[in-house]
């Protein structure tokens, strides 16, 4: 199971990850404009991208201004009725890790508080529906028309 949170463009048809640089050791004084773009490599090699074979992703320096869109993806999901922020997925354990800023909700849970929220690892089994909301990013771009702004993951039979 894939849980997504971050910044993402549709660039040459291809879904990709935006990231910010932080201190990659690049000389470049205009470093805020840029940000790297990568992809899975096993959707191939376009041209300008280069592998990362740490990450086995494709990557590209690209100035945020050559972007035609862009949107931020939060996945979000129902646990005993109420709605929670997930944070990952850790195969291995088979969690689903659950975040929270409501003291009340923690509470009532017994999520373990972390500087500025709250968390809690729960079974995938005990999440009733997953989806992604879409929404702008700070890059004030539009959504790539293919790209809707909620993607139902998964829903329990009722």
């Known amino acids: 199971m894939k849980i997504r949170k971050g910044t993402y463009t549709v660039y040459k048809g291809i879904e990709m990850v935006i990231t910010e640089y932080y201190g990659h050791g690049i ?5 805020e404009n840029h940000r790297e773009i990568s992809y899975s490599k096993e959707l191939g090699k376009l041209k300008g991208f280069e592998l990362d074979n740490n990450s086995d992703r494709f990557f590209k320096d690209i100035r945020v201004d050559k972007l035609n869109n862009a949107y931020r993806v939060d996945t979000k999901g129902i646990y005993k009725g109420d709605e929670f922020l997930l944070w990952g997925y850790n195969e291995k354990r088979d969690v689903i ?7 009340e909700i923690a509470k009532k849970y017994d999520f373990i508080k972390l500087s500025d929220s709250y968390i809690k690892e729960v ?8 989806w992604e909301e879409r929404t702008k990013s700070e890059f004030d771009l539009p959504l790539p028309e293919e790209i809707k702004e909620k993607k139902i993951i998964y829903q329990k039979e009722e």
């Open 97 to 103: 890790g659950l975040i929270t800023y409501n003291e």
């Open 123 to 130: 079974s995938p089994s005990e999440i009733e529906k997953i």
């Open 27 to 31: 000389l470049n004084p205009e470093i």
